[in-house]
């Protein structure tokens, strides 16, 4: 297996089309087109692991600014993770999130945050991240917002700077809104 970076300074449309095939995987588009990647404005880069050449899990980064209740944060997250069916439970997205962490942890951020489903929490919580009582992502458009509590999704967290350890309590029970692009969310 081989561990690759996909960034968008050097994209590879065969890469992206393998990427775009194992999400299919986990969500299908029925026949959509979708590009790769989705909201390029967020994106930062993805780790792939390859097997004989085929993508067999990734993980996407992406970061934005982030006014929260009068402070500004720098604010990384995962996205599009996903380990194709005939590899999981074999500790490859567990490999690929600790790739990722470092990867956010060396860029400086103030805040990592991102949602998933109820049962992938303990998953992301030994990856470091932490569920967020009462936060609701809020990603899409201002005249759309997308809100990560009407999919019955969970905020995860990871407070890396000083500044947003001391304001922690300022994101329970809240929204986090994000300018994403419409139908977008982490």
């Known amino acids: 297996m081989v561990l690759m970076q996909y960034s968008r300074e050097h994209p590879d449309a065969q890469m992206a089309a393998q990427?775009?095939?194992l999400e299919e995987t986990a969500w299908p588009s029925d026949g959509e087109n979708a590009p790769f990647p989705s909201a390029p404005e967020t994106y930062v880069t993805s780790f792939v692991l390859l097997d004989e050449g085929r993508a067999?899990?990734?993980?996407?980064?992406?970061?934005?600014?982030?006014?929260?209740?009068g402070q500004?944060?720098?604010a990384?997250?995962?996205s599009e993770v996903v380990t194709h069916p005939q590899y999981q439970n074999q500790g490859?997205?567990?490999?690929m999130l600790?790739?990722?962490?470092q990867f956010i942890l060396d860029h400086r951020p103030d805040i990592s945050v991102f949602t998933c489903a109820p049962e992938r929490v303990s998953f992301y919580t030994h990856g470091g991240w932490q569920a967020v009582p009462g936060a609701c992502f809020v990603g899409g458009t201002a005249e759309k917002p997308f809100r990560?509590?009407?999919?019955?999704?969970?905020?995860?967290?990871?407070?890396?700077?000083?500044?947003?350890k001391q304001h922690k309590s300022a994101f329970e029970n809240t929204d986090i809104v994000f300018s994403l692009g419409e139908n977008q969310l982490w």
């Open 92 to 95: 490859l997205g567990s490999k």
């Open 148 to 164: 990560s509590d009407t999919l019955g999704l969970i905020t995860m967290m990871m407070f890396c700077s000083a500044k947003a």
């Open 76 to 78: 990384y997250g995962l």
């Open 56 to 69: 067999i899990c990734h993980v996407g980064i992406r970061n934005s600014s982030l006014s929260h209740k």
């Open 19 to 21: 990427i775009l095939a």
């Open 72 to 74: 500004t944060y720098l």
């Open 98 to 101: 600790k790739v990722a962490r």
